[in-house]
DNA sequence: GAAATTTCTTAACATACATCAATATTTTAC
DNA sequence: GTAAAATATTGATGTATGTTAAGAAATTTC
């Protein structure tokens, strides 16, 4: 791993040579194309992604084959199917690159190793969960309580950066409404 | 703290005397009659509660008045505004017992304190955010893919002992959808 | 750079759920 | 146990969003 993508995944952390050289061991450079699949519902959730550049989206597909967008994730956020990464149990979400994007993965195993070997990386990851835990919180309100166009709107807020490069039907499919109905919000708003 | 409750919270955790004392030192035992509120919406949320018994709701009031039921706790649950309890940001959830209710605080500070004194903890809440985490993901795909009926029935499920001492209008505040709508659905299925 | 494919928009109509208003039922207070 | 208050139901009507279908626009492929 390069020391500028280290020093991105954990800013504010300073590392000893050995440390340095126990998280090299552990973190896989992948580059995903485009469409590339990273996990797919069903397998096993082994590992957790952080996204260097570009753009994924995870998702679930239900009985009918209808997709449901969950989040997106840009630069300096982590992927995976958590619920399934930390149960054990199968995925039930895809994780897809919906631009070339290159991540670090990290198996579970080696990512318990890393606490036993960094403690202080533990309390690193524990403040990524509750972040996430809180963003699923203000999203299930948002949910409950506001209209598609305001949700429309918390999105382009949420999602600055990549609102215009997201397809119209992932964005949909997050907001929980029909491409249609998208397409005509954006309409009203212009 | 009673031995029974300490096993209760923590049932497969084994303690030596000297832990045991300093957990019995940071919670505290409250009664919650109801109605009682135990966090106020716009206060700093800096404890949260494990419910022996009883039941309670938390919930978020926007602008007009209207509230939205984020959860129900019932007994061997914990509560709190947990983005306010993490982020140190005032609380925008208020949690009130809408049974007579006996739960135990912990406060901020003391969980920390916790965690240096007795390190293993440090793991038995990580795993209760890893659950909550992983509760909030299967909220957000079923508001995002279920009609209101479906999710009626999914909240019975995921609340079968407490149903139906619920008040409608707080089911429906929590399934997003008028107590109307909710009278209608539970004349259809029955 | 033209053809093929994918994505987005528009329109007509359908449906789920909201709103408003009235009444019925259950719970609480004295 | 009765009156008052709170909660739940029902009906009529409104609205946001879904569905189906067609065509327009953008992107990809060769």
Redesign the pocket.
């Known amino acids: 791993m390069e020391v500028s993508d280290r020093n991105k995944i954990f800013n504010d952390l300073v590392f000893t040579d050995e440390e340095i050289n126990i998280i090299n061991s552990v973190f896989q450079k992948i580059n995903a194309k485009?469409g590339a699949i990273i996990l797919n519902a069903g397998d096993i959730a082994d590992a957790q992604y952080y996204i260097v550049s570009g753009c994924m989206r995870t998702f679930h597909t239900d009985e009918e084959g209808k997709e449901y967008t969950l989040q997106f994730g840009i630069s300096d956020w982590w992927v995976s199917d958590y619920t399934a990464f930390f149960t054990g149990d199968k995925a039930i979400l895809t994780v897809e690159a919906i631009q070339d994007s290159t991540l670090y993965r990290i198996s579970k195993e080696d990512k318990e190793y890393l606490f036993t070997q960094i403690p202080k990386i533990d309390t690193f990851f524990r403040i990524k969960l509750e972040k996430a835990y809180t963003a699923f919180q203000k999203r299930i309100l948002i949910n409950l309580s506001?209209?598609?166009?305001?949700?429309y709107l918390n999105f382009i807020e949420t999602y600055p950066k990549i609102e215009k490069s997201?397809?119209?039907?992932?964005?949909?499919s997050y907001l929980?409404?029909?491409?249609?109905?998208?397409?005509?919000?954006?309409?009203e708003l212009s």
């Open positions: 485009k506001k209209t598609a166009k305001q949700r997201i397809k119209n039907y992932h964005i949909a929980g409404i029909t491409t249609e109905s998208l397409s005509r919000i954006r309409k």
